[in-house]
């Protein structure tokens, strides 16, 4: 199958590089010329949203066909994508200035803060769906009643750019 990468920033475009930055990594050993993509999420938690979301993304934005790999081990209960492509890799770390390797100092993608407010709001869902948990506090009452909304994330850049997007 021939891969494609997309021509114009549309919202399952957004979305998918709101999901890379949340699951999602680049590595590349150029000394074997190996590039790799890679997805992990919780085996129980995330299973549905890799294997019916995720892979079908992938496959309409780049004609690429992904397998899920589960790790069953205990204490490593993991679903994982992993897919090899030089295209793919080049375009997310070239066009979108995807970090390779740590994300640890990472922000919003220029495209994406400088895009209309429907490509803003599809990355903030692809974003949410890895990276946000909903929560309920008690707030001085015996019941968890008060919700709460937070971003989980190692890059202090990510939480600013994503506060100052909202």
Known sequence: LEIKVP???TKELAYFIGFHIG???LTCNSKKFDYIIGYTGHLRDEY???KNILMPLI?????KDVTLSEDKRENKCSIRIYFRSKAIF?????VFELPIGSKKNSGLPALIKNSTKE???NFLRGLADTDFSLTFKRKNKKIHYYPTIDLGSASSLLIKDVKDLL
């Open 119 to 121: 490509i803003k709001t």
């Open 59 to 63: 496959k309409r934005l780049f004609n």
């Open 48 to 50: 549905g949203l890799h």
């Open 23 to 25: 699951d999602g990594t």
């Open 7 to 9: 021509k114009k920033l």
């Open 90 to 94: 080049t375009f997310l770390s070239c």
